[in-house]
């Protein structure tokens, strides 16, 4: 006699499910998608950096809700015509816009493997966190920071220095923060940082509460770095005024020039003055992987926390930030959650003291350890500290060819990888704008623009790991052809 499930499952049609119907032709497509993404990364130099996605191209995005599903080799199809050409160009030796990452075949895998798991990292007892882990032990290790410290992947350097406002904030007011919020305090906190920090910090103050106008923004020296007793005339009128300084922000590279600040002074200053040193590395903190640049980051030992890219130049597949914590427990004091469904068992798959979830703001999240982890395996910390000087050296043969040029002049000093520079005469502004959209619609270079002192300067920032140096004389004979051609239509 067969069991009333049996009967059920013989006389109704089959439940739906989500898995291929046929798995070896889905095979043979999900062979044919890897070996598509294959090809185009190999094929990367023969490509435009950047095309404008064509309108009909774009309509294709605003069809109505698919009711029944579609052939996934038709799918396949359908990206490989509408999505693939139109990318953001960011993996092309000549995208050299804002300051991005190039990705990684390895890292592309791996991100597969990743998704295939699907496990999900906010907690609970299994090998990720394990992964996760060693990330956090391998970080400490580069940065000199004790081996209990804390860490936790994000989206991005935006969300980490986030969470740095976040456990600063818990640690200068107590823990009573997070349910009473910041009036019952009755103080307001204020934190420091140069004007040269990126954007991200003043909206860190804003959504922890604090205000961005409390982020005192401190001029720079000739070096780019923070003026330190501008810092110190500021926080003692902070406090003269009644205010509670709480934090400083250092930068180990800037946006606009890659500058760094002077961490020895800054993690005095802060045991001085008793307050929270963070230090937004976004990218310039994967400095201390090469020989060469190493002194740049000197100091970040002493810091109280560290928020980095992997997805910058070291090239994990997006997204990869991270947060790390000299001080494990005002970390966990900031996020440290409860909730009968999260409570943890002694045994089992429940089980586990601290989870992530109890160190960021998420609860589910991705296994981006996985892409940094393979990255770090695939390739070494040497390599990858060997690829980032490259990157630094071609940006000075870009400023060489810079120099040597009737037609652009450099706009900044160039201290690593870096290279602000503009048309030479008088009122280029106009013309700077317009070479860098030219470039941009021609497809050949993708350069930035950035303003520096009040003017509009082209910006190359040179992270990938597939430039070369040859790639910059390619870069600078196509902007000139374009400033040429741009003050003929004028
Ligand atoms: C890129 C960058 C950020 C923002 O990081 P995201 O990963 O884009 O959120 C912050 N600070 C600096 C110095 C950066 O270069």
Known sequence: MSAPSDRMDAETPPAPDLDPADWEAFSLEAHRALDLMLDHLRGLRTQQVWRQAPADVQARFQAPLPRQGQDFGTLIDTFATSILPYGSGNTHPLFMGWVQGAGTPVGMVAEMLAAGLNANCGGRNHIALDVERQITLWLAEIFGFPQDASGVFVTGTSMANLVAALVARADALGEKIRSQGLCATGRQLTGYASQEAHGCVDKAFDLAGIGAAFLRRLPVDAEGAIRIE????????????????????????????????????????????????????????????????????????????????????????????????????????????????????????????????????????????????????????EKLGATIAATCTIAKHLADLIEASPDFELRAPVKLNIVCFGARGFDTDTLNRAIVMDLHEQG????????????????AAILNHRTRASDMDVFIAAAAESAARLRGAR
């Open 230 to 381: 501008a810092l110190r005339d500021a926080i003692a009128r902070d406090r003269a005024e009644g205010f509670m300084p709480a934090m400083v922000i250092g930068t180990a590279g800037t946006v606009n020039t890659g500058a760094f600040d002077a961490f020895d002074v800054l993690a005095d200053l802060c045991a001085d003055e008793d307050l929270w040193f963070h230090i937004d590395g976004a990218f310039g903190a994967l400095c201390a992987l090469s020989p060469t640049l190493r002194h740049l980051v000197k100091g970040m030992e002493r810091a109280d926390s560290i928020a980095l890219d992997f997805h910058k130049w070291l090239h994990v597949p997006y997204d990869a930030g991270f947060f790390l914590c000299r001080d494990p427990q005002a970390h966990q004091r900031a996020f440290g959650s409860s909730g009968a469904y999260l409570a943890r068992a002694p045994r089992g798959l429940a089980a586990g003291e601290i989870w992530p979830c109890d160190l960021g703001p998420d609860l589910s999240r991705s296994f981006r350890a996985l892409k940094t982890w393979f990255t770090f395996q695939a390739f070494g910390a």
């Open 444 to 459: 050949i270079a993708a350069p930035s623009l950035t303003i520096l002192d009040g003017r509009p300067v082209i910006r």
